[in-house]
Protein backbone atom coordinates (compact mmCIF):
# COMPACT_ATOMS: atom_id res chain seq x y z
CA UNK A 1 0.00 0.00 0.00
CA UNK A 2 1.12 3.63 -0.33
CA UNK A 3 1.48 5.87 2.34
CA UNK A 4 0.47 9.29 2.12
CA UNK A 5 1.76 11.82 5.23
CA UNK A 6 1.36 15.38 5.50
CA UNK A 7 2.99 17.71 7.12
CA UNK A 8 2.09 19.65 9.37
CA UNK A 9 -0.72 17.86 10.78
CA UNK A 10 -2.09 21.07 12.14
CA UNK A 11 -1.42 24.81 11.76
CA UNK A 12 -2.64 27.98 13.03
CA UNK A 13 -2.55 30.85 10.64
CA UNK A 14 -3.99 34.33 9.98
CA UNK A 15 -5.95 35.76 7.14
CA UNK A 16 -4.05 36.92 4.78
CA UNK A 17 -1.23 34.55 5.00
CA UNK A 18 0.44 32.75 3.06
CA UNK A 19 0.75 28.45 3.70
CA UNK A 20 1.90 25.35 2.42
CA UNK A 21 1.01 21.68 3.42
CA UNK A 22 3.10 19.29 2.15
CA UNK A 23 2.55 15.43 1.50
CA UNK A 24 4.84 13.14 0.93
CA UNK A 25 4.22 9.36 -0.57
CA UNK A 26 5.77 6.46 0.43
CA UNK A 27 6.32 5.58 -3.49
CA UNK A 28 6.36 7.56 -6.89
CA UNK A 29 2.75 8.40 -7.95
CA UNK A 30 3.83 10.05 -10.78
CA UNK A 31 1.03 13.02 -11.29
CA UNK A 32 -1.52 11.13 -9.38
CA UNK A 33 -2.27 13.16 -6.55
CA UNK A 34 -5.12 15.00 -5.29
CA UNK A 35 -6.13 17.74 -2.51
CA UNK A 36 -9.44 17.85 -0.62
CA UNK A 37 -11.29 19.94 1.54
CA UNK A 38 -13.38 19.19 4.29
CA UNK A 39 -15.25 21.49 7.35
CA UNK A 40 -16.89 20.24 9.95
CA UNK A 41 -19.37 18.15 9.61
CA UNK A 42 -19.58 18.45 5.61
CA UNK A 43 -18.09 16.21 2.88
CA UNK A 44 -14.82 16.84 1.64
CA UNK A 45 -14.45 18.75 -1.57
CA UNK A 46 -11.65 18.39 -3.95
CA UNK A 47 -9.80 21.56 -5.14
CA UNK A 48 -6.82 20.55 -6.94
CA UNK A 49 -6.16 17.17 -9.07
CA UNK A 50 -3.66 15.79 -10.93
CA UNK A 51 -1.31 17.63 -9.07
CA UNK A 52 -1.60 20.85 -9.90
CA UNK A 53 -5.09 21.51 -11.80
CA UNK A 54 -7.24 23.74 -10.14
CA UNK A 55 -11.13 22.29 -10.06
CA UNK A 56 -13.84 24.04 -11.32
CA UNK A 57 -15.17 27.08 -9.26
CA UNK A 58 -12.21 26.89 -6.57
CA UNK A 59 -10.28 30.06 -6.25
CA UNK A 60 -6.94 30.94 -7.29
CA UNK A 61 -5.07 31.12 -4.57
CA UNK A 62 -5.08 27.76 -3.95
CA UNK A 63 -2.60 25.98 -5.92
CA UNK A 64 -0.27 22.40 -6.29
CA UNK A 65 2.98 21.52 -7.10
CA UNK A 66 5.44 18.19 -7.06
CA UNK A 67 5.77 15.41 -8.60
CA UNK A 68 6.87 11.59 -7.68
CA UNK A 69 6.96 11.37 -4.35
CA UNK A 70 6.59 15.14 -2.70
CA UNK A 71 3.77 17.65 -3.29
CA UNK A 72 2.49 21.11 -2.12
CA UNK A 73 -0.88 22.58 -1.57
CA UNK A 74 0.00 26.55 -0.97
CA UNK A 75 -3.06 29.23 -0.59
CA UNK A 76 -1.45 32.41 -1.36
CA UNK A 77 -3.59 34.45 0.73
CA UNK A 78 -5.74 32.78 3.73
CA UNK A 79 -9.37 33.90 3.49
CA UNK A 80 -12.16 32.92 6.52
CA UNK A 81 -13.48 30.48 4.40
CA UNK A 82 -10.72 28.40 4.11
CA UNK A 83 -10.11 27.58 7.85
CA UNK A 84 -10.49 23.82 7.21
CA UNK A 85 -8.97 20.11 7.22
CA UNK A 86 -6.55 19.31 3.72
CA UNK A 87 -6.44 15.84 3.05
CA UNK A 88 -4.24 14.41 0.30
CA UNK A 89 -5.05 11.42 -2.04
CA UNK A 90 -3.32 9.32 -4.08
CA UNK A 91 -5.36 7.77 -6.75
CA UNK A 92 -1.89 5.70 -8.88
CA UNK A 93 -3.20 2.89 -7.76
CA UNK A 94 -4.94 0.88 -5.41
CA UNK A 95 -5.74 0.44 -2.39
CA UNK A 96 -6.11 4.47 -2.62
CA UNK A 97 -5.49 6.36 0.19
CA UNK A 98 -5.02 9.77 1.75
CA UNK A 99 -3.03 11.32 4.16
CA UNK A 100 -4.16 11.79 7.85
CA UNK A 101 -5.29 15.98 7.37
CA UNK A 102 -3.91 18.99 7.88
CA UNK A 103 -5.86 20.85 10.23
CA UNK A 104 -5.56 24.61 9.34
CA UNK A 105 -7.40 27.05 12.58
CA UNK A 106 -7.36 30.14 12.81
CA UNK A 107 -4.42 32.38 14.80
CA UNK B 1 -27.30 20.31 -10.28
CA UNK B 2 -25.68 16.91 -9.63
CA UNK B 3 -27.14 15.40 -6.21
CA UNK B 4 -26.07 12.42 -4.34
CA UNK B 5 -28.22 11.32 -1.64
CA UNK B 6 -27.32 8.81 1.14
CA UNK B 7 -29.90 7.05 3.02
CA UNK B 8 -29.59 3.52 4.81
CA UNK B 9 -27.20 4.11 7.57
CA UNK B 10 -28.30 3.53 11.34
CA UNK B 11 -27.24 1.48 14.45
CA UNK B 12 -26.39 -2.00 13.76
CA UNK B 13 -25.40 -5.01 15.94
CA UNK B 14 -21.55 -6.44 15.17
CA UNK B 15 -22.27 -9.21 13.19
CA UNK B 16 -24.94 -7.80 11.92
CA UNK B 17 -26.01 -6.70 7.90
CA UNK B 18 -27.33 -3.12 6.51
CA UNK B 19 -27.65 -2.07 2.97
CA UNK B 20 -26.80 1.94 2.14
CA UNK B 21 -28.34 3.30 -1.34
CA UNK B 22 -26.91 6.29 -2.65
CA UNK B 23 -29.67 7.94 -5.10
CA UNK B 24 -27.96 10.10 -7.78
CA UNK B 25 -29.23 12.99 -9.98
CA UNK B 26 -28.19 15.97 -12.70
CA UNK B 27 -25.93 14.42 -13.96
CA UNK B 28 -25.81 10.45 -16.72
CA UNK B 29 -25.16 7.34 -13.85
CA UNK B 30 -24.59 5.16 -16.31
CA UNK B 31 -21.37 7.04 -17.36
CA UNK B 32 -19.67 7.58 -14.29
CA UNK B 33 -17.87 5.24 -12.09
CA UNK B 34 -18.57 5.62 -8.22
CA UNK B 35 -17.02 5.04 -4.67
CA UNK B 36 -18.10 4.83 -1.10
CA UNK B 37 -15.46 6.58 1.03
CA UNK B 38 -16.01 6.50 5.03
CA UNK B 39 -14.80 8.81 7.98
CA UNK B 40 -14.72 7.46 11.37
CA UNK B 41 -15.63 9.79 14.12
CA UNK B 42 -12.93 12.10 14.40
CA UNK B 43 -11.23 10.82 11.84
CA UNK B 44 -9.60 11.08 8.43
CA UNK B 45 -10.72 9.59 5.32
CA UNK B 46 -10.89 5.99 3.84
CA UNK B 47 -11.62 4.62 0.70
CA UNK B 48 -13.78 1.99 0.91
CA UNK B 49 -15.08 0.19 -2.18
CA UNK B 50 -15.48 2.07 -6.15
CA UNK B 51 -17.74 0.39 -9.36
CA UNK B 52 -16.85 1.09 -12.93
CA UNK B 53 -18.87 2.76 -14.98
CA UNK B 54 -20.29 0.03 -16.22
CA UNK B 55 -20.42 -2.09 -13.16
CA UNK B 56 -18.44 -4.71 -14.85
CA UNK B 57 -15.17 -3.73 -12.52
CA UNK B 58 -15.34 -3.54 -8.76
CA UNK B 59 -12.86 -2.96 -6.54
CA UNK B 60 -12.54 -2.98 -2.80
CA UNK B 61 -10.00 -2.10 0.52
CA UNK B 62 -8.72 -5.24 2.33
CA UNK B 63 -10.22 -3.85 5.49
CA UNK B 64 -13.91 -4.35 3.93
CA UNK B 65 -13.21 -7.58 1.05
CA UNK B 66 -15.11 -10.42 1.22
CA UNK B 67 -17.41 -8.56 3.27
CA UNK B 68 -19.19 -5.94 1.60
CA UNK B 69 -20.30 -5.78 -2.11
CA UNK B 70 -20.76 -2.41 -4.25
CA UNK B 71 -23.48 -2.91 -6.85
CA UNK B 72 -25.79 -0.13 -9.26
CA UNK B 73 -29.06 0.00 -10.81
CA UNK B 74 -28.69 2.17 -13.90
CA UNK B 75 -32.37 1.85 -14.12
CA UNK B 76 -33.43 3.47 -11.07
CA UNK B 77 -29.77 5.93 -10.99
CA UNK B 78 -28.93 4.20 -7.60
CA UNK B 79 -25.64 3.26 -6.44
CA UNK B 80 -25.95 0.10 -3.25
CA UNK B 81 -23.66 -0.94 -0.69
CA UNK B 82 -24.14 -4.14 1.24
CA UNK B 83 -21.97 -4.60 4.50
CA UNK B 84 -22.35 -8.02 6.22
CA UNK B 85 -20.55 -8.93 8.89
CA UNK B 86 -20.16 -5.65 10.51
CA UNK B 87 -17.42 -4.69 13.02
CA UNK B 88 -17.13 -2.07 15.53
CA UNK B 89 -14.65 -0.49 13.44
CA UNK B 90 -16.88 0.40 10.51
CA UNK B 91 -18.68 2.58 12.51
CA UNK B 92 -18.38 5.98 10.41
CA UNK B 93 -19.72 8.23 7.97
CA UNK B 94 -20.06 6.59 4.67
CA UNK B 95 -20.20 9.35 1.99
CA UNK B 96 -21.46 8.15 -1.67
CA UNK B 97 -18.81 9.84 -4.40
CA UNK B 98 -18.97 10.48 -7.70
CA UNK B 99 -15.65 10.20 -10.14
CA UNK B 100 -14.72 13.37 -12.48
CA UNK B 101 -14.07 12.48 -15.59
CA UNK B 102 -12.85 9.53 -16.88
CA UNK B 103 -11.04 8.93 -14.22
CA UNK B 104 -11.92 6.47 -11.30
CA UNK B 105 -10.59 7.88 -8.26
CA UNK B 106 -11.22 11.38 -8.57
CA UNK B 107 -14.20 12.62 -6.88
CA UNK B 108 -16.12 15.54 -7.91
CA UNK B 109 -19.41 15.38 -6.09
CA UNK B 110 -20.10 14.01 -2.62
CA UNK B 111 -22.93 13.33 -0.81
CA UNK B 112 -24.07 14.59 2.31
CA UNK B 113 -22.85 11.24 4.06
CA UNK B 114 -24.66 8.72 5.99
CA UNK B 115 -23.91 7.70 9.51
CA UNK B 116 -23.18 3.65 10.35
CA UNK B 117 -22.60 2.90 14.20
CA UNK B 118 -21.92 -0.61 15.13
CA UNK B 119 -22.55 -1.66 18.59
CA UNK B 120 -24.21 -4.20 20.80
Known amino acids: DIQMTQSPSSLSASVGDRVTITCRASQSISSYLNWYQQKPGKAPKVLIYAVSSLQSGVPSRFSGSGSGTDFTLTISSLQPEDFATYYCQQSYSTPITFGQGTRLEIK | EVQLLESGGGLVQPGGSLRLSCAAS????????MSWVRQAPEKGLEWVSTISASGDSTYYADSVKGRFTLSRDTSKNTLYLHMSSLRAEDTAVYYC?????????????WGQGTLVTVSS
Open chain 2, 26 to 33: GFTFSSSA
Open chain 2, 97 to 109: AKAGGMQLWLWDY
